[in-house]
């Protein structure tokens, strides 16, 4: 992380964390854990496709699929992600 652009910003009904890459390194955040204690954190992805696409891989297909079923299946791509919307893209 790079120190001093991560910042936090806390108020009464909110919390804000602003992680900032160190310049050495490259690749995209997959997941990040949160809670009030170690023992006890709760772990989320970020939004790319790669999570979306696993997550739905596991929503259409929760049992181990066959290779046909694998191909057959939809492709799916993350046009735009915001802070009220995502735009997705299933072909």
């Known amino acids: 992380l790079l120190f ?5 910003s806390v108020s009464a009904h909110n919390a804000v964390v602003l992680l900032a890459k160190a310049p ?3 690749g995209l955040w997959e997941k990040f854990s ?3 204690d170690p023992s006890a954190l709760q772990e989320r992805l970020f939004v790319s496709e790669e999570n ?3 997550f739905l891989g596991t929503v259409l297909c929760p ?3 066959s290779q ?3 191909e057959s299946q939809a492709l799916i791509e993350v046009l735009d992600v915001s802070e009220d919307r ?6």
Do not use: N
């Open 24 to 26: 050495g390194s490259t």
């Open 86 to 91: 995502i735009q997705i893209r299933v072909q």
């Open 4 to 8: 001093p652009e991560s910042s936090v």
């Open 52 to 54: 979306v696409d696993g």
């Open 63 to 65: 049992s181990p699929c």
């Open 34 to 36: 949160f809670g009030l």
């Open 68 to 70: 046909s079923a694998l």
